[in-house]
């Protein structure tokens, strides 16, 4: 099997992510981060890759990654929106924030904006904002307590080309970068 490019290409941050596990198996998640940090999803060549670095099976890496609801598994776009319909997020209008966030992007959850810019994914998981629900993500910055005229304002930010930090920023919540650890965002 031939590596992936990008295992090449970013080899130094491979080894750092490997060198900081005793156990190599442990670096499955870095790992599997760092693959959609650089393509945008973990390709099934990603995996397959990404097992035989940590000594693991394809399948047990597959049950691994299918396990977390925010690694990507196909292509998706630059931005991937993700709306909490957990419990906390539902009662406080996560279905009316779906619904619109469908009208306004055009697109369904699941599906990707014709330009490619923009991905609408729905998690029955808690992202762990209950306090500020209904939230939703953009890649992996929070957004909190977002309403119609919000999201309208998330997407208008994103089509101006801000950055997903900058975004958190703006609408406050916490950093999950993998490279950042958890931070608490200025708002």
Request: hydrophobic residues 40%; charged residues 20%.
């Amino acid at each position: 099997m031939s590596a992936p490019a990008w295992l090449t290409s970013h080899a130094d941050e491979v080894q750092a992510i490997l060198d900081r596990y005793p156990q190599k198996r442990s670096a499955l998640m870095p790992l599997f981060h760092l693959a959609q940090e650089v393509r945008g999803y973990v390709s099934e060549e990603d995996l397959a890759a990404i097992a035989e670095l940590t000594g693991v099976t394809k399948a047990y890496a597959e049950s691994v990654i299918s396990f977390y609801s925010l690694y990507e598994r196909k292509p998706v776009g630059k931005y991937v929106i993700h709306v909490c319909n957990n419990i906390a997020c539902g009662l406080e209008g996560s279905a009316e924030l779906i619904r619109h966030l469908e009208e306004r992007l055009g697109i369904k959850a699941g599906e990707t904006t014709p330009d490619g810019l923009i991905t609408l994914h729905v998690t029955g998981e808690c992202i762990a904002a209950c306090d500020a629900a209904p939230a939703l993500q953009v890649n992996l910055e929070y957004c909190n307590k977002v309403d119609p005229e919000k999201a309208d304002a998330i997407i208008e930010a994103i089509r101006r080309g801000e950055t997903p930090e900058a975004i958190g920023d703006m609408f406050g919540g916490l950093s999950l970068q993998p490279t950042a650890g958890f931070t608490k965002s200025s708002s």
